[in-house]
């Protein structure tokens, strides 16, 4: 659970784009099997769209996603978002 709160914008992003993939390769003559693709890669990021609502943290600035420095694992070198302190937004 703990990587799905952590990538939560990045699945909100790129599982519709998964799907549209999926959508691609399947034959034209399945069209159930297009249909439920579909719906599956839509309501999938809906349902993690509420849980970010649920996260959502209006006492920071803009009302900004929190996010712990820790969970991006980056080696950013001289970007700023590694600078930014305590919390930080985004993926």
């Known amino acids: 659970m703990d990587f799905i709160i952590d990538h939560l914008l990045s699945l909100i992003l790129f599982i519709p784009v998964a799907g ?8 034209k003559d399945q069209v159930g099997a297009i249909r439920w693709v579909a719906l599956i890669t839509t309501l999938f990021p809906l349902g993690l769209s509420l849980v970010l609502w649920t996260r959502f943290d209006s006492a920071l600035p803009a009302g900004l996603v929190a996010r712990p420095v820790d969970a991006l694992r980056l080696s950013c070198g001289r970007f700023p978002v590694c600078r930014a ?6 993926d």
């Open 20 to 27: 549209a993939v999926i959508i691609t390769l399947l034959p």
């Open 85 to 90: 302190g305590p919390v930080v937004y985004g």
